[in-house]
């Protein structure tokens, strides 16, 4: 069955950095885009950035462009996400996800917090 599992989220201060990871299997990997959104407190979950399945094409949220790096590893079947110059609107839980066959598949996410 397919799997996300997600991980590399933490406590960071503005202006730090973090890298998340998405380690992905029961599905061919390296076949479908991915993507990776953010839910925080009392927000609606949003599309962060998502990237074409042979990692060419890659597209970003405006409060997010310039600051994030979506990337993948098909060899090794990991999504990850690069997130630099970090500030406290960025603090939510980050979820990695799949569309296969019609269905949407996330992860359990993984908490970033941003606070000095």
């Known amino acids: 069955q397919v799997q996300l599992v997600e991980s590399g989220g933490g406590l960071v201060q503005p202006g730090g950095s973090l890298r998340l990871s998405c380690a992905a299997s029961?599905?061919?990997?390296?076949?479908?885009?991915m993507s990776w959104y953010r839910q925080a407190p009392g927000k609606e979950r949003e599309l962060v950035a998502t990237?074409?399945?042979?990692?060419?094409?890659?597209n970003y949220a405006d409060s997010v462009k310039g600051r994030f790096t979506i990337s993948r590893d098909n060899a090794k079947n990991t999504l990850y996400l690069q997130m630099n110059s970090l500030k406290p609107e960025d603090a939510a839980v980050y979820y990695c996800?799949?569309?296969?066959?019609?269905?949407?598949?996330w992860g359990q996410g993984t908490q970033v917090t941003v606070s000095s």
């Open positions: 996800r799949v569309v296969r066959q019609g269905l949407g598949y």
């Open positions: 990237i074409t399945s042979a990692g060419g094409g890659t």
């Open positions: 029961g599905f061919t990997f390296s076949s479908y885009g």
